[in-house]
């Protein structure tokens, strides 16, 4: 199986997002269960942390969420964020702080063209993450990626890291061919 679908190339980021490709695969709206969420400024010993992507006195929103089917509840993909909101529209910004729509939607909807570069890409075991999905083994092989998301003027504002279990993807795909 290729793990491609969800994983487009750089240049098509500015109309494809994880959340659609995700939809598209499984066959039912998805929706972003917040596991964690909280405001910080960075501090100037934070940021070799944060990759140097932001500056010290810049205010993140790190979010934890899990992609769900919006129907059936499913767990699809866990995701992590550090997101500068200074650099977002309202709109984008009140979303990501008021409701379960997930970023790329959320850019979508309002029209914000972005590219991505893509950092690390690998294919490991899910490890404590399972807890997050219905009756997976922590040996469950998934696929993590890391990007970082930039608005087409080049300023980075967000950079992300994903896991999402390869068997689920595996009996979505098999569901929407029977």
Not at 68 to 82: D, I, M, N, V
Not at 98 to 126: F, H, I, K, W
Not at 128 to 153: H, I, K, N, W
């Amino acid at each position: 199986m290729s793990t491609r679908l969800l994983w487009p190339d750089a240049a098509d980021a500015t109309v494809l997002n994880v959340t659609t490709l995700l939809e598209q695969l499984v066959g039912e709206p998805i929706r972003a269960q917040v596991l964690r969420q909280v405001l910080t400024v960075v501090e100037r010993s934070d940021v070799a942390l944060y990759r140097g992507l932001w500056s010290p006195g810049e205010e993140l929103l790190l979010r934890a969420v899990l992609l769900r089917g919006a129907s059936s509840g499913r767990p699809y993909l866990h995701a992590t964020a550090s997101i500068a909101l200074c650099h977002l529209p309202l709109a984008v910004r009140k979303g990501l702080l008021s409701s379960d729509v997930p970023l790329g939607r959320l850019l979508q909807n309002a029209q914000v063209r972005v590219t991505r570069t893509d950092l690390l890409g690998t294919d490991q075991s899910l490890g404590d993450l399972c807890l997050l999905f219905d009756g997976l083994s922590p040996a469950t092989r998934a696929v993590r990626r890391s990007y970082v998301m930039q608005l087409q003027e080049g300023i980075a504002f967000a950079h992300l890291v994903e896991t999402f279990p390869l068997s689920i993807t595996q009996v979505a795909l098999v569901a929407r061919q029977l």
